[in-house]
């Protein structure tokens, strides 16, 4: 199988103590402040080079007019049912493929012999690129939300699969040894040691998950045509022609959903995993 | 009345690497044991056919009278990587809160215990910590809590004190005697450390090594309460610790 995202639940490397350090409120204001200055630079730099004119401005429109675009469509009703529809089935997607890839990867992760009977299966399925199959799920079960749903639970498992397995085998052996002599039984001790063990890593597998569902399921969107959607309001207004301002507007606030989303799982993990690198496992 | 009995043991992890070879001792109900012997004696492997987390190649180990197979009733171990025997996302009163869950107590009971085991190692009012954000010291106390909440008849330590400082060593040798004194229950004391085995014990095994064999019994003659000075500097002390020491250095 792959190699685990982080190195966070690999027992056998000694401690590195504070391996997510928290930033002091003035580092996190350092941090924004040079975020943002790459930011505007990057803007002002796409401004000067549309204003340049070398590019027909009606495909290339400058920046400045991009984000008056894109501020408009955030208060616009119409696209922000579209941001919705992807957003259900993305999160929808998301929210099936871990309940699917978690109990799946304690499982491959606490036995050996799951390990040894499921990796084949999921070895050969994982190596299918999850858009060739967007076609024959249209097929079977339509352009609809279910759809999409679909496929990005079938690519959002993966990360979350993986990275359950690889949580679940870095559980330190003398915390499962202390639970087995309180002869704390099993189902107990996956709920209260090997889960909690493993979560900084299951939510690494979420993020990922997240970021990967958000693409595929926009590409769902603007492959097949489906009816709603960031992806289909993209695709309509790249059809209606010369509202490039529009698409790239779009576009932009897709990326801000997707850094949002990540945004928001990170302080999910600092809320939730306070132990991290203070502790083993 | 034994508490504990271990006949003709053997333990080996395959063919031809035996750790452990024909062991037989016992130790007696409320009686605190000491284990003593040099590093790669298979103390620990010994402590955990004691405890069923691993079983016997050969031999038995009776805890009160029934085989062990799998881990007995009324048995807690305390581990010497506590910082990894303790769970870092549990806070210390859930730490020692935890395995009662497991014996079905009604809550009230279970925070009774917990407080009062939490009170008897010293750690009042710390429920809400984190082990992370306590002392080495501290965290081993919270171990040692943890298996006092849990009543156990037989409590095996192993090599607890190995890895924090003298000063608090000390201290938590004394704890130790203390609780072994206030809560009566069987200890089996496992050390690599000469001065700690014959400080805490009532009666010492020495263990030889590769593989692991009993090479020595003796009973400590000091009296049952204890301190760090004035029984370090008893004669009778001094004598069976150059026992214990002798023993050791004949068989390396």
Redesign the interface.
């Known amino acids: 199988m792959n190699a685990p995202v982080t190195t966070t639940g690999v027992r056998a490397e000694p401690r590195r103590p504070g391996v997510r350090r928290r930033t002091s409120p003035r580092g996190a204001l350092a941090a924004f402040l040079r975020g943002t200055a790459g930011a505007a630079l990057l803007t002002l730099a796409f401004e000067v080079f549309a204003r340049l004119e070398l590019v027909d401005p009606r495909l290339l429109p400058p920046a400045g007019v991009i984000l008056g675009e894109a501020l408009r469509l955030l208060v616009d009703p119409a696209f922000l049912v579209e941001v919705w529809a992807t957003l259900v089935a993305v999160l929808g997607g998301v929210a099936l493929a871990a309940a699917i890839a978690v109990p799946l990867g304690v499982l491959i992760g606490s036995y050996r012999l799951a390990a040894l009977g499921l990796t084949p299966i999921i070895d050969s399925l994982r190596s299918v690129p999850g858009i060739a199959i967007i076609p024959l799920l249209v097929l079977v079960m339509g352009q609809g939300v279910s759809m999409k749903v679909t496929i990005v639970a079938f690519v959002a498992v993966w990360p979350l699969l993986f990275n359950t397995v690889y949580g679940v085998r870095g559980v330190?052996p003398?915390?499962m040894?202390?639970a087995?002599?309180?002869?704390?039984?099993v189902h107990?001790t996956w709920w209260?040691?090997v889960l909690?063990?493993a979560?900084p890593l299951v939510l690494t597998g979420l993020r990922l998950a997240l970021a990967t569902g958000l693409t595929v399921g926009i590409a769902a969107e603007i492959a097949v045509g489906t009816r709603d959607g960031v992806g289909y309001f993209i695709l309509r207004a790249s059809y209606a022609g010369f509202h490039a301002d529009t698409v790239f507007a779009a576009v932009t606030l897709a990326g801000v959903l997707g850094y949002l989303m990540n945004g928001i799982t990170v302080a999910l993990t600092n809320r939730l995993?306070?132990?991290d690198g203070?502790?083993?496992? | 009345m034994t508490a504990l009995q271990v006949s003709n043991l053997s333990k080996s992890y395959g063919e031809g690497n035996p750790a452990l070879h024909n062991l037989s001792f016992e130790v007696r109900e409320g009686e605190l044991l000491s284990i003593v012997g040099p590093s790669g004696c298979g103390k620990t492997t010994l402590l955990k056919c004691v405890?069923g987390?691993v079983p016997a190649t050969r031999g038995e180990v009776r805890v009160h009278g029934e085989e062990v197979s799998g881990?007995p009733?009324g048995?807690?171990?305390v581990?010497q990587?506590y910082?990894?025997?303790?769970?870092?996302?549990?806070k210390v009163g859930q730490n020692v809160e935890?395995?009662l869950?497991?014996l079905r107590l009604p809550k009230a009971e279970r925070q009774e215990r917990v407080e009062r085991s939490l009170a008897a190692v010293g750690l009042e009012g710390k429920h809400e910590r984190?082990?992370?954000q306590l002392s080495g010291g501290m965290q081993q106390r919270v171990a040692i809590a943890r298996a006092l909440a849990?009543r156990p008849k037989v409590l095996l330590m192993d090599e607890p004190f190995a890895s924090v400082d003298a000063q608090t060593r000390s201290g938590l040798e004394d704890l130790t005697r203390r609780v072994h004194l206030e809560f009566g229950m069987t200890i089996l004391f496992v050390t690599h450390d000469i001065d700690e085995s014959v400080y805490l014990a009532d009666r010492l095994v020495v263990l030889r090594r590769s593989p692991g064999s009993v090479l020595a019994e003796l009973v400590i003659e000091l009296p049952r309460v204890r301190d760090q000075i004035v029984t370090k500097s008893l004669p009778a002390f001094v004598r069976q610790r150059s026992v214990v020491a002798q023993h050791i250095k004949d068989a390396s």
């Open positions: 330190d003398v915390a040894e202390t087995r002599a309180f002869r704390v039984p107990r209260r040691v909690p063990s979560l995993v306070v132990w203070k502790g083993p496992s | 405890a987390l881990v009733e048995l807690a171990v581990f990587d910082g990894r025997s303790l769970f870092p996302w549990m935890f395995p869950e497991t984190y082990p992370w849990y």
